[in-house]
């Protein structure tokens, strides 16, 4: 069972075990990557994130008390993280002339080196860039997390209704966008 | 076809929808390919995994955290003296009065600040520095309203630095606000370009 083995891990790096937490890593760092990466458009600004929450992991499991699964609680300081990093691009946007050159920047340090890929995914974070970060962040969880609508709003605090309804606009939105590019 | 997707359709219209796919295939193609486009969407992120970057993450994260200083203070003064530092160098660039000048309302973050800790000493803490400090405009209704001169380009480049500060966060003055005071400030930090 996936949550008595996390609890397990959790208990062994609270008693001194560093591997516990390497082993832990390995199991989330994919996930916490991908919705950083989701969220945010760009492989740097990820990679930034995952890193953030690794720490933020490692320092502060000692505290977790499992009131609720460790995968809500990592997901919800990925998308806490994610949505201030949103915030702060927003803010840097506002004085930064040379935006242009750092989102090309950005967007050319994927990690992966498939040319076709990276143009897919490019087109990809576009559509999903544009929508308002609640929709994003349930279209995310939803279509690509495959969460349930209550794991979304144990990790967000929104109710069910009001993330159904945020998933519909978002999903109407990729799909007219989607339908734009072809 | 969205509605039954994002789980919008109970009861009769989810049973009513459902029988129409069973019995239109044209109804059937079209929402399976629409279900298709979402799947390749996940495909395609999933087709892009490095495994290269990942099994360098650890390493890299564990030569971040070697490298990252412990911290000085803990506790509560972890939180006032980085405040009280913010605050004391707001001070140098905020006049007490000015007649040309503009307003850029910083009362939400603040009262942000104040009722998002978790700690009535904190919180009181928090607001007689502010109050003691030039953050407090007496002459102005709004006892947080923030006067700042026009021709002081400036200002908004060490404002925006003051609300990227990690206190800021940590404090949740600037996560918990909600969106439409967020647009607010973005709007008055644009302005003051």
Do not use: C
């Not at chain 1, 994130?49 to 008390?65: A, C, G, H, P």
């Not at chain 1, 691009?89 to 750092?102: A, L, Q, T, V």
């Not at chain 1, 890929?117 to 994003?136: C, G, S, T, Y």
């Not at chain 2, 059937?28 to 298709?36: A, H, I, Y």
């Amino acid at each position: 069972m996936a949550i008595d083995e996390d609890f397990e891990l959790v208990e062994r790096f609270v008693a001194g075990d560093e591997t516990a937490f390497n082993q832990l890593v390995r199991k989330y760092q994919k996930r916490i990557y991908w919705h950083a990466r989701q969220m945010l458009g760009n492989h740097l600004d990820a990679d930034e994130v995952t890193q953030e929450v690794l720490i933020v992991l490692y320092n502060k499991l000692k505290t977790f008390s499992f009131k609720s699964s460790l995968f809500t609680w990592i997901y919800r300081i990925v998308n806490t993280r994610s949505i201030n990093q949103l915030r702060k691009n927003k803010i840097k946007n506002i004085f930064s002339i040379d935006d242009f050159i750092g989102s090309q920047l950005k967007s050319n340090n994927d990690p992966d080196s498939d040319i076709d890929n990276r143009e897919k995914l490019n087109k990809l974070d576009a559509v999903i860039d544009k929508l308002p970060v609640k929709q994003k962040e349930v279209f995310i969880m939803r279509n690509f997390d495959e969460l349930s609508y209550e794991e979304i709003s144990q990790i967000t605090g929104r109710s069910v209704g009001g993330l159904k309804a945020n998933y519909f606009h978002a999903l109407k939105k990729v799909t007219e966008r989607m339908n734009e590019n072809e | 076809m969205l509605k039954y997707l994002s789980g919008l359709l109970e009861g009769k219209e989810k049973s009513d929808f459902e029988k129409m796919l069973e019995s239109s295939s044209q109804a059937r193609d079209e929402f399976n390919t629409l279900k298709n486009r979402l799947a390749v969407m996940k495909d395609v992120y999933e087709s892009s995994v490095d495994e290269s970057y990942f099994n360098g993450l650890l390493p890299r994260m564990r030569e971040k955290l070697d490298k990252s200083p412990r911290p000085f203070f803990s506790g509560k003064l972890a939180y006032i003296i980085p405040v009280a530092a913010v605050i004391l160098i707001m001070t140098l660039f905020i006049p007490r009065s000015g007649n040309d000048s503009r307003n850029l309302d910083l009362s939400d973050i603040v009262n942000q600040m104040v009722d998002g800790s978790d700690s009535t000493e904190l919180s009181y803490n928090l607001l007689e520095g502010m109050e003691q400090s030039a953050w407090v405009n007496s002459e102005a209704e709004n006892p947080f309203e923030v006067v700042i001169p026009e021709h002081w380009d400036i200002q908004a480049d060490n404002y925006a630095a003051t609300l990227e500060m990690p206190v800021i966060d940590e404090i949740n003055g600037l996560a918990n606000l909600p969106n439409d005071k967020l647009d607010q400030i973005y709007k008055n930090l644009a302005s003051l370009k």
